[in-house]
Nanobody, 123 residues
Framework: QVQLVESGGGLVQAGGSLRLSCAAS????????MGWFRQAPGKEREFVAA????????YYANSVKGRFTISRDNAKNTVYLQMNSLKPEDTAVYYC????????????????WGQGTQVTVSS
């Protein structure tokens, strides 16, 4: 069983930056690929970014490509999401999640989820 705890959310002006962290415990972190999803009020949860277990491969939603960067530190059991050039439409609760096997953008294939951290971007 893997426990995931997100941090780093907050309120930022449009054009600003935030770095989200997701700390894992209770399992072999380096065995899992990791992803970030987000859910805005009244909308479905959507894929943001994913990274392979080794960190060698990364994947992004088109809406964040070039602005967000996912990375991981297996020695610290932590995955990060650096968010730059933030827009009001990035406002959402951001969740980290863990998957096994082939990288995926499909939420149903992620086994473990954190509780989420709120990101609010003001215009």
């Amino acid at each position: 069983q893997v426990q995931l705890v997100e941090s780093g959310g907050g309120l930022v002006q449009a054009g600003g930056s935030l770095r989200l962290s997701c700390a894992a415990s209770g399992g072999s972190f380096s065995m899992y690929g990791m992803g970030w999803f987000r859910q805005a009020p009244g909308k479905e949860r959507e894929f943001v970014a994913a990274i392979s277990w080794s960190g060698g491969s990364t994947y992004y939603a088109n809406s964040v490509k070039g602005r967000f960067t996912i990375s991981r530190d297996n020695a610290k059991n932590t995955v990060y999401l650096q968010m730059n050039s933030l827009k009001p439409e990035d406002t959402a609760v951001y969740y980290c999640a863990a998957y096994e096997g082939v990288p995926t953008r499909t939420a149903d294939r992620y086994y473990y989820w954190g509780q989420g951290t709120q990101v609010t971007v003001s215009s």
